[in-house]
Nanobody, 120 residues
Framework: QVQLVESGGGLVQPGGSLRLSCAAS????????MGWYRQAPGKQRELVAA???????TYADSVKGRFTISRDNAKNTVFLQMNSLKPEDTAVYYC??????????????WGKGTLVTVSS
């Protein structure tokens, strides 16, 4: 069974920074794209950033130039460095990964989410 565990959320003032981490665990994992989504109160879940196993990145327009996604393939971990945070970045951030496990075809897995609150 695949598990994704996020960490690093919290309360930060506008203009501040946070770094989110997400580690995937399980037997025989082959991880493709990893990414971060977020869901603000009353809004739909949206893609924030994604990174392929080859290192190609994608960002939402709203976070370009402020957020950086990276991954450590040896540790099955993805990171999201968030700088110049704004109140509108407040949301629950979810880790997502497309993972093939042993003989099981690739499918998306989700973490439980970590809350990021940007407020003075």
């Amino acid at each position: 069974q695949v598990q994704l565990v996020e960490s690093g959320g919290g309360l930060v003032q506008p203009g501040g920074s946070l770094r989110l981490s997400c580690a995937a665990s399980g037997t025989g994992l082959d991880i493709n794209t990893m990414g971060w989504y977020r869901q603000a109160p009353g809004k739909q879940r949206e893609l924030v950033a994604a990174i392929t196993n080859g290192g190609t990145t994608t960002y939402a327009d709203s976070v370009k130039g402020r957020f950086t996604i990276s991954r450590d393939n040896a540790k099955n971990t993805v990171f999201l460095q968030m700088n110049s945070l704004k109140p509108e970045d407040t949301a629950v951030y979810y880790c997502n990964a497309n993972i093939r496990q042993l003989w099981i075809p690739a499918r998306d897995s989700w973490g439980k989410g970590t809350l990021v609150t940007v407020s003075s």
